[in-house]
């Protein structure tokens, strides 16, 4: 007789505040206790780290692609007083000129505006967003021109909260798995897809976790 395939993972709610931070984190728990007590103890718990679910925050993870935290913050509050009404439909208007001005690269400005042009027809719809897996969520995301896997996995994570957003091909979380689990080497996305397997339905808090752990150890260092 042929073996029965192992039950799919309970779904989690999404993590829109520390009680339900605390249910995906015991079902992290429970999926590998050892490993997570043991970061938990260096780390403490992982942090909640909501931002809006909308264009808003969308383009913040955009805005801060590859520039440092402070400038991240010095281009949003150029972008928030210029637009005090930061829709999609404010910014789809914008001329080049002042998008530049607020410090906005070309292709920066090419992926909101496209994120923007996808709202305004349907095709990226939030609450939708929201009903979905993980995977359908970042397909979906990851349809409208300039948005990658790492954008959408971020937007998921610490947007919409979802429980098992998972950023594979995030450098800091590679390489936290590698000190964490006393890889050789620092797995690529692939590989790290694969470890993560074992942390489902609750890689996002797994993906917190980590990084939390990767920063105090890093500090100790």
């Not at 509050?77 to 410090?103: H, I, K, Q, S, V």
């Not at 719809?125 to 021109?145: N, Q």
């Not at 091909?169 to 936290?176: K, R, T």
Request: overall charge positive; charged content about 25%; glycine content about 6%.
């Amino acid at each position: 007789m042929a073996k029965r395939a192992p039950p799919a993972p309970r779904a989690l709610p999404a993590i829109a505040c520390e009680d339900t931070l605390n249910t995906a984190f015991q079902a992290l728990r429970e999926a590998d206790r050892d490993l997570v007590d043991r970061l938990a103890a260096e780390a403490g718990p992982p942090p909640l780290r909501l931002r809006e679910g909308d264009f808003a925050g969308l383009a913040w993870i955009v805005v801060s692609q590859q520039v440092s935290t402070a400038s991240a913050k010095a281009i949003h509050g150029r972008l928030a007083a210029r637009f005090p009404a930061f829709t999609a439909n404010a910014l789809l208007g914008a001329d080049d000129a002042a998008l530049r001005e607020c410090g906005l690269s070309a292709p920066k400005m090419r992926t909101i505006r496209a994120i923007a042009a996808a709202i305004e027809s349907g095709a990226l719809d939030f609450a939708a967003l929201a009903t979905m897996s993980a995977e359908d969520a970042r397909k979906t995301m990851t349809a409208i021109h300039g948005v990658g896997p790492w954008t959408a996995d971020i937007y998921l994570l610490f947007c919409l909260g979802h429980p098992d957003a998972w950023p594979a091909g995030d450098l800091a979380l590679q390489e936290a798995a590698r000190m964490a689990l006393g890889l050789r080497k620092r797995p690529d996305a692939r590989k790290l897809e694969q470890i993560a397997e074992r942390w489902r339905p609750a890689r996002g808090v797994a993906a917190r976790l980590l990084w939390a752990w990767y920063a105090v150890a890093k500090a100790r260092a």
